[in-house]
């Protein structure tokens, strides 16, 4: 038995919900369909498939090795597409998993720029601060910033965050303006905190070779880039906050940049995969998007 092949009719029963579609689209007897799929079941010694005579189910069995089976299948055609000089257009399911405000304020605006570019993708994408587990829940890559811990993911810089502090006028209508960093300990502030330790993340300032590294107290700490600039705007405390959110809200008056003579540093970007995802095209051509996207940024 051709596995390969079997697993490519396993995974057609299911996406088109029976065999007789399944051979449709395969251009093969139903017959042969069915006989593939029994012999996949005979060879696991599982059952995959709930057959009845007007629907196709998939068991719990069958639905893990599903999940296997698209990985497989992706990584023979990404392995396939890589060595051909003819591809030109990387094509299929592409799942990545970005930081929910980069994906919502940055990454899903520019988009319709990477369709255009690429329309045979489908990208699935995840968005969240959540350090997701690549290898485990089948991600092909992820965006990620700050220092990346040892592992045996694949990782490639592809640009970095630059922070400015800023509060809304009511805060600062209430409190008034911080002129130096030390000032803050004086002020409600609100931190951002790791979802994976719970630490709370220190601020840092630097001014003509001085820096100040401080653990500033406050209100409220969340652990979700969304809910922090929303705490910002609502006058709750003083943010320290990515630039790009940050040019449009002033720009609208709902944040105000303050101590502006003291930068913050930047923090890296990258992207990471598994060691087996470096040869897909999907993954090259997304990450030489990203990596384009964030040049673009920069030189604002």
Not at 8 to 32: C, E, H, I, W
Not at 92 to 121: C, E, H, N
Not at 241 to 265: C, K, N, Y
Request: glycine fraction near 8%.
């Amino acid at each position: 038995m051709d596995k390969l092949q079997a697993m490519k009719v396993f995974v057609q029963v299911v996406d088109s919900g029976g065999f007789s579609r399944a051979a449709d689209s395969l251009n093969m007897p139903k017959a042969t369909v069915s006989t593939l799929v029994q012999n996949l079941e005979r060879l696991l010694k599982v059952k995959l498939l709930h057959r009845t005579t007007r629907k196709v189910n998939v068991t719990a069995d069958g639905a893990g090795y599903y999940e296997r089976c698209l990985r497989i299948l992706a990584d023979v055609k990404d392995t396939e597409e890589s060595v051909s000089r003819t591809q030109s257009s990387p094509s299929g399911r592409l799942r990545v998993d970005v930081p929910s405000g980069l994906g919502r304020q940055l990454i899903i605006p520019a988009l319709p720029d990477f369709f255009s570019r690429y329309p045979d993708i489908r990208l699935e994408m995840g968005s969240g601060d959540r350090q997701v587990d690549l290898v485990e829940e089948g991600i092909d890559c992820a965006l990620r910033g700050g220092v990346l811990p040892d592992s045996t993911l694949i990782a490639r810089r592809v640009g970095a965050l630059y922070f400015a502090t800023c509060a809304a006028p009511s805060y600062l209508a209430r409190f008034g303006r911080p002129l130096h960093p030390r000032d803050l300990l004086d002020h409600h502030c609100v931190n951002y905190f790791s979802s994976k330790t719970g630490k709370i993340f220190e601020w840092d300032f630097a001014k003509d070779g001085e820096r100040i590294q401080l653990a500033l107290d406050g209100p409220l700490a969340v652990n979700d880039s969304e809910a922090y600039l929303a705490a910002g705007l609502a006058g709750i405390g003083i943010l320290q906050t990515p630039q790009f959110p940050l040019q449009r809200h002033v720009a609208l008056g709902s944040l105000e940049p303050v101590l502006m003579e003291w930068v913050s540093d930047p923090l890296p970007l990258h992207v990471i995969y598994p060691q087996n995802r470096h040869l897909s095209a999907k993954v090259r051509v997304f990450v030489e998007w990203i990596s384009e996207l964030f040049a673009a940024v920069d030189s604002r």
